[in-house]
């Protein structure tokens, strides 16, 4: 699997809280597209469906990530 270069997560990171941030889902409809690309993009990088999961995963992908966290694991 490719994985996304750890510049390419932070700035989506910090591009969807500061949309977030500015509750762009209630904004203009060019803000809440711009919302919508940047949580989409977040999960193409990382894999994953979900714009929570994303998030996750792509912090888990960082300089400095704590590997031994595990809130990536589903309870049962």
Known sequence: MLMAHPA??????????????????DGGPEARQRLADVA???????GTRDVDAA???????????RTEDDSLVLDA
């Open 8 to 25: 390419v997560l932070t700035d989506l990171i910090r591009s969807y809280e500061t949309l977030r941030a500015l509750d762009a889902a």
């Open 55 to 65: 998030l996750i995963a792509a912090r888990h992908r960082l300089p400095g990530a």
């Open 40 to 46: 989409y993009m977040l999960c193409v990088v990382t």
